[in-house]
């Protein structure tokens, strides 16, 4: 079975300093891995993916992820967090082969709260 | 997401009584996946739908029934409600042109409160 594990249930940053936001994974085959943003009373809302190639992906919001499949890790990361950068995100896997979460959906993590201070 | 709605938006019942849940989409896509959040446990698999012949059991769809009515329409019912159901309902969709790699669009969520 698939699984996702978000260390910490909650992230403080200062506005203007570097984030990171962790996830670890434990999948059959090649992962497929994504990062969601949920804003109060809202639907989550897709960051970016990793499906294959450059270890390191760019996505929306000045957010970018590094794979590390040694460390079976795809932290996100941004360089300069905004206030407007507070919300809760989920990180996301499925199997490449379709394995766990329900055979075919997304098994997510429990979600890190992130909170930037002015 | 506006592509993906979902009403109610809030519903409060009692224990015992059917409820459905709705999820529209103008997307076009064939996927479609209900999902309930449950605080500090994220999100988990309830059901899932490849086209309008194809549905599929998620992690925890006890107590769960669909239906696909449509391409554009995924209902979740719940026969009996109990108040450990009581969570907010996520609707999504996703675009299989992208194999196992597409990701998922989300309506606004349901808040559902069973008493």
């Known amino acids: 079975a698939q699984s996702v594990a978000q260390p910490e249930d909650q992230v403080n940053v200062a506005e203007g300093n570097p984030l990171t936001v962790k996830c670890t994974y434990s999948?059959?085959?090649?992962?497929?891995l994504f990062w969601y943003v949920q804003y109060p009373n809202r639907g989550l809302q897709f960051l970016l993916k990793?499906?294959?190639?450059?270890?390191l992906v760019k996505g929306s919001y000045g957010f970018e992820a590094e794979f590390n499949k040694s460390q079976t890790s795809f932290h996100l990361k941004k360089p300069s967090a905004l206030v407007s950068d507070s919300a809760l995100y989920f990180c996301?896997?499925?199997?490449?082969?379709?394995?766990?979460?329900?055979?075919?959906?997304?098994?997510f993590g429990k979600g890190t709260h992130l909170i930037i201070q002015p | 997401d506006a592509d993906v709605t979902q009403t109610p938006r809030n519903r409060i019942t009692k224990t015992g009584k059917r409820i459905m849940l709705e999820c529209s989409q103008t997307?076009?896509?064939?996927?479609m996946y209900w999902y309930r959040q449950d605080p500090g446990l994220g999100l988990q698999l309830i059901y899932y739908?490849?086209?309008?012949?194809?549905?599929n059991k998620g992690e925890i769809s006890d107590g769960y029934s669909v239906s696909r009515q449509a391409q554009a329409k995924f209902s979740l019912s719940l026969e009996s409600a109990i108040p450990n159901q009581t969570a907010l309902y996520f609707c999504?969709?996703?675009?299989?042109?992208?194999?196992?790699?597409?990701?998922?669009?989300f309506g606004p969520g349901t808040r559902l409160t069973v008493l």
């Open positions: 996301a896997v499925r199997g490449g082969m379709y394995s766990g979460g329900g055979a075919d959906g997304l098994t």
């Open positions: 997307k076009g896509h064939d996927r």
């Open positions: 739908s490849f086209d309008v012949k194809d549905i």
């Open positions: 999948v059959s085959g090649n992962p497929y």
């Open positions: 990793y499906i294959t190639g450059d270890n």
């Open positions: 999504a969709t996703s675009d299989p042109g992208q194999g196992a790699g597409d990701e998922q669009f």
